[in-house]
């Protein structure tokens, strides 16, 4: 059984900066790529950001290039999404995942587990 919980969510201001954190359990992490995803209220959900299981790779969407940094800690089963100079449309519920390959994807379905999402407001 993989479960991932997701922490760090709040409330900043445009401009500010936010760090979440996603505890994964079991000793599997370290075969599994990683994701964030993220969901506004009308919309559907989005691609952010991918890691590979080592965390050699990295690929992020267009809208959070040079803003949002993914990174991955074996040791301590824990993902990462530093995200900085934050704009109101970033707004949403922000998912960790993990897939059953080393290599990143950008694809929801492609992702076995997924944590509760955490709530990420931005005011302006």
């Known amino acids: 059984q993989v479960q991932l919980v997701e922490f760090g969510g709040g409330l900043v201001q445009a401009g500010g900066s936010l760090r979440l954190s996603c505890a994964v359990s079991?000793?599997?992490?370290?075969?599994?790529?990683m994701g964030w995803f993220r969901q506004a209220p009308g919309k559907e959900r989005e691609f952010v950001a991918a890691?590979?299981?080592?965390?050699?790779?990295?690929y992020y969407a267009d809208s959070v290039k040079g803003r949002f940094t993914i990174s991955r800690d074996n040791a301590k089963d824990k993902l990462s999404l530093q995200m900085n100079s934050l704009k109101p449309e970033d707004t949403a519920v922000y998912y960790c995942a993990a897939r059953r390959t080393r290599y990143t994807s950008s694809y929801a379905n492609e992702y076995a587990y997924w944590g509760q999402g955490t709530q990420v407001t931005v005011s302006s």
């Open positions: 079991g000793r599997t992490f370290n075969s599994y790529a």
């Open positions: 890691i590979s299981s080592s965390g050699g790779s990295t």
